[in-house]
């Protein structure tokens, strides 16, 4: 009996016991799955999110008020603070330091 022989009547073995123990249930990755419906349906959006995204004002709404607003609200007021230490440290107010 030659080696690959051998090895296939391992496997095939295996294989039969595992599906044995795990009689009506799925198998997948080594063990058993149970979907969650909510990642599907996001999974789902992101794959058909290139053919149902439509660039209108809505969206451009969206996208500034999740972007943009946040990022430049933290801006300015990080720009304050280091406005307040440099007064502190005696430095002189330069309005480019910080772009």
């Not at 149970?34 to 053919?51: A, F, L, S, Y």
């Not at 149902?52 to 004002?57: K, P, Q, R, T």
Request: charged share 25%.
């Amino acid at each position: 009996m030659s080696l690959a022989q051998t090895l296939a009547r391992r496997v095939s073995l295996s294989t039969r016991f595992s599906m044995v123990q795990m009689k009506g249930q799925q198998r997948r990755n080594g063990g058993s799955l149970n979907k969650n419906k909510h990642i599907e349906v996001w999974n789902g959006g992101r794959e058909n999110c290139d053919r149902e995204f439509v660039f209108d004002l809505a969206h451009m709404g969206k996208f500034i008020l999740g972007t943009v607003v946040p990022f430049a609200t933290i801006y300015h007021f990080v720009m304050e603070e280091q406005i307040k230490h440099d007064k502190v440290e005696g430095k002189p107010h330069n309005p480019h330091r910080y772009l």
